[in-house]
């Protein structure tokens, strides 16, 4: 499928990986939506980008906000990707050294953001390409983003990785379901990235950080997720698959 003329909607798309993914997907001839709750962020880089892209406020996890990015994607030309970046974090053990059973109500946002968020996409957006014309025997394709916590889940992310685990557990029962209408469904499984998330940390610990990676020894590059991203839009015969992006690294327990 040709990215070149295509619309894309990608979440997270002011920041890290899913800033990557966009600039990627411009510089190939395509168009985007930049979803993202920065607005400050997702204007800025759609500014920058000119009219190869816009900027559209929305919650991942709300039905009418995805509902009306999708339509804007709709509005720009035919919308053949759907790419969700956008995800929450939250560090914090089933129960804490004094006992403490985990907060119920961030397990239930965390899901929420990183699980239902992508499922609202992948829903919204096939709905939407399912209308399309086939292109070389298919209308679109949704990519995902899980991570190796999906796997390797650390001391501390069992909501994190409950989320992860299910981005995983869905992909190829959405292929399956999408497969009639032509559409892929994919994910991607990244390792420690370089986003401004770790940005923030001094120098020593991302240094420590990129030493537990086997090789290449230091922390992905944002771009190289783009890369992926546009490769999968591109190669029709990837689907229902989750591919780690990792430089091999197995997460230890803590």
């Known amino acids: 499928m040709k990215i070149a003329g295509s619309v894309a909607l990608v979440t997270g798309g002011a920041s890290g990986l899913g800033e990557a993914t966009v600039r990627r997907l411009v510089s190939q001839g395509g168009r985007a939506v930049i979803v993202d709750l920065n607005a400050d962020r997702g204007k800025k880089l759609a500014a920058e980008l000119g009219g190869a892209a816009t900027y559209a406020q929305a919650d991942v996890s709300n039905a009418d906000e995805v509902q009306a990015a999708v339509d804007q994607a709709a509005s720009m030309g035919t919308l053949r990707a759907a790419i969700s970046c956008a995800g929450i974090g939250f560090g914090m053990r089933t129960i804490g050294k004094d006992g403490t059973p985990h907060d119920l109500g961030v397990f239930q946002k965390v899901i929420s953001v990183n699980l239902i968020g992508t499922f609202n996409i992948l829903r919204l957006a096939a709905s939407a390409m399912a209308k399309n014309d086939p292109e070389d025997g298919e209308r679109g394709v949704v990519i995902n983003t899980a991570s190796v916590a999906a796997f390797d889940g650390q001391i501390g992310q069992v909501a994190y990785s409950a989320s992860k685990g299910g981005i995983v557990g869905l992909t190829l029962p959405a292929a399956r379901d999408l497969s009639k209408a032509q559409i892929r469904v994919m994910t991607i499984a990244p390792g420690?990235?370089?986003?401004?998330?770790?940005?923030?940390?001094?120098?020593?610990?991302?240094?420590?950080?990129?030493?537990?990676?086997?090789?290449?020894?230091?922390?992905?590059?944002?771009?190289?997720?783009?890369?992926?991203?546009?490769?999968?839009?591109?190669?029709?015969?990837?689907?229902?698959?989750?591919?780690?992006?990792?430089?091999?690294?197995?997460?230890?327990p803590r």
């Not at 420590?208 to 992905?220: D, K, M, Y």
Request: a negative charge.
């Open 192 to 252: 420690t990235f370089d986003t401004p998330l770790l940005a923030t940390l001094p120098d020593d610990m991302r240094a420590a950080l990129a030493a537990t990676i086997p090789h290449p020894s230091r922390l992905g590059r944002p771009e190289e997720f783009g890369a992926l991203a546009c490769h999968i839009v591109e190669n029709s015969y990837l689907n229902g698959e989750v591919i780690r992006l990792d430089g091999s690294i197995r997460m230890a």
